[in-house]
């Protein structure tokens, strides 16, 4: 990674690190259990000497909120990335490390997207749920398992029945991404149930110094995003589960770390 301005190149973890500290402390100052606020689509369009991170509406959610993905790499890269740091909105630790990696230093190697949540009204009353009472990690079209309005896991009416989990989709169609990140809270682990890339699991382990666990839902867990994106994309995805309320320690490197995995070990 390197800043543009200065066309310096750095070790990237190093050169990121102090960027991604001081952006995080922002961030916690100013968006923890907070409603995410994002700023209004630049379209910028990069180019193949100095580019600038371009910010896309994914779409609005139902009570109207929009939502956003932030490019944050080069988008000249061979390889897409992609890290969705919230879909439970009273989960909100990804929201915060999503949304440092998004205020510091430009990712080079990588074409990186964060999109620190897809549940800005869920963020916004910090409850679960999307505005329709609906898990939407259970939402998703693959092994989508109809379940009641009174569970906490209401699946919706049909698959992609909410404007959060089809606009999500489209993007991830889009894009095409390599790898996808999905964090999530509080059962503190890398998901090990049906990895379908290794080399991404091994990776965020040794980075975020998470164990490994298998997260079966008690039994499997249906209509996920990344059940959806490993059965249906040709990239590999992978949730994350951090602790119910990390340690400023944890989340002061969680950004650095999540990159590096991404960028690969150097």
Wanted: aromatic share 8%; glycine share 10%.
């Amino acid at each position: 990674m390197s800043h543009q301005r200065g066309r310096t190149t750095q070790h990237p973890a190093t050169a990121i690190a102090g960027v991604l500290l001081a952006a995080l402390a922002v961030v916690l100052a100013t968006t923890a259990g907070t409603p995410v606020t994002a700023a209004a689509p630049t379209g910028a369009t990069p180019s193949a000497d100095v580019w600038q991170p371009r910010t896309v509406l994914l779409g609005r959610s139902v009570q109207g909120r929009g939502f956003y993905a932030y490019q944050v790499g080069d988008p000249q890269a061979s390889e897409t990335m992609v890290i969705l740091g919230q879909m439970h909105g009273d989960e909100h630790a990804g929201v915060d490390i999503t949304q440092a990696i998004r205020h510091g230093a430009q990712v080079q190697g990588i074409n990186l997207w964060v999109v620190p949540t897809i549940n800005p009204d869920g963020n916004a009353g910090h409850v679960r749920r999307n505005a329709h009472g609906v898990d939407l990690n259970r939402n998703w079209s693959w092994s989508w398992k109809s379940s009641g309005r009174s569970s906490a896991y209401y699946s919706g009416p049909k698959p992609f029945s909410e404007p959060e989990t089809r606009e999500l989709a489209a993007f991830l169609r889009y894009v095409k991404p390599h790898w996808v990140v999905s964090l999530h809270q509080p059962l503190y682990g890398v998901d090990s149930n049906g990895v379908k890339s290794l080399t991404l699991y091994r990776h965020l382990i040794d980075e975020l110094g998470l164990p490994a666990k298998p997260l079966r839902c008690e039994g499997v867990c249906h209509g996920t995003m990344t059940g959806w994106f490993n059965h249906t994309q040709s990239g590999a995805g992978i949730t994350v589960e951090l602790a119910r309320t990390p340690s400023q320690s944890f989340l002061q490197r969680a950004p650095t770390a999540l990159v590096t995995a991404l960028l690969g070990h150097y």
